[in-house]
């Protein structure tokens, strides 16, 4: 398996520091996976229909089309066809962009967050969804990970992956578990802003992070897990973020 670790937009609103949209395109057997979308090709060509005039100035929305991850996909060899399966971490607008730009692939979600993408809540952008995405729903799950409610996803062969509620920033927000050799990997999504928040509880980001989500309670009780998480399972699992650029492996 190789997982190539792919920063798919920035945000920067000044005074606060540049944000990345920290993507994963796991390979395996000759399958990729996708696991969130950052900025798409639409969303470059119609950003305010997309996302709208709010959230790009309050976000800091830059559009680089290099960093789209169609584009970045072609520039590692495969095809955009070759993305069989996508999985969302949620749906605000840096997160799904690139759906429309992989039609042909299955997309991932959370039970919960798709009834919330499809409520009309004006957290979302249904112009990011028009195309028709080919939804795979998971549902409450018995199954567990290191403590956690495990959704499984029997999406490559020989490679577990699960999508791992960690409810708060979204109600229907998760993160996604990926077995690498003897590891894991866990991809937080939004679950936090930057890793400094897994050690402090009045970063100034914290404040941001509990102003944007949907249910302040139940975001930091997911933190709360990932610290503890931290604390007991460090020799076993690796986490990373969406936004923090200190993130991506050195050399990426």
């Not at 993507?23 to 119609?46: A, N, P, S, Y």
Request: net charge negative; glycine share 10%.
């Amino acid at each position: 398996m190789k997982i190539h670790h792919l920063n798919c937009g920035i945000l920067h609103a000044p005074p606060g520091p540049k944000a990345s949209c920290h993507c994963l395109l796991i390979e395996h057997e000759g399958r990729l996976v996708l696991v969130d979308t950052g900025i798409g090709l639409e969303d470059i060509k119609r950003p305010l229909e997309r996302i709208g005039p709010f959230a790009i100035r309050a976000a800091g929305f830059q559009f680089h089309e290099e960093l789209t991850a169609a584009r970045q996909v072609a520039g590692l060899g495969f095809r955009v066809g070759d993305v069989t399966d996508i999985v969302l971490t949620h749906g605000d607008h840096d997160h799904v962009g690139g759906l429309a730009d992989f039609p042909a692939a299955k997309v991932h979600v959370a039970a919960e967050e798709l009834a919330q993408i499809e409520s009309g809540n004006g957290r979302y952008s249904a112009a990011q969804f028009a195309h028709g995405p080919l939804w795979v729903v998971h549902g409450v799950s018995s199954e567990r990970w290191f403590g956690l409610e495990a959704r499984r996803m029997a999406l490559v062969p020989g490679c577990d992956i699960y999508l791992v509620p960690l409810f708060g920033h979204t109600l229907g927000h998760c993160g996604v578990a990926v077995q690498v050799g003897e590891r894991w990997l866990l991809h937080v999504g939004d679950a936090y802003y930057l890793k400094v928040e897994l050690s402090m509880d009045d970063h100034p980001v914290s404040a941001l992070a509990a102003m944007r989500a949907e249910d302040d309670g139940l975001r930091r009780a997911s933190l709360a897990e990932l610290r503890r998480l931290v604390k007991d399972n460090a020799a076993e699992v690796d986490l990373v973020g969406y936004h923090d650029f200190s993130e991506f492996p050195t050399g990426t």
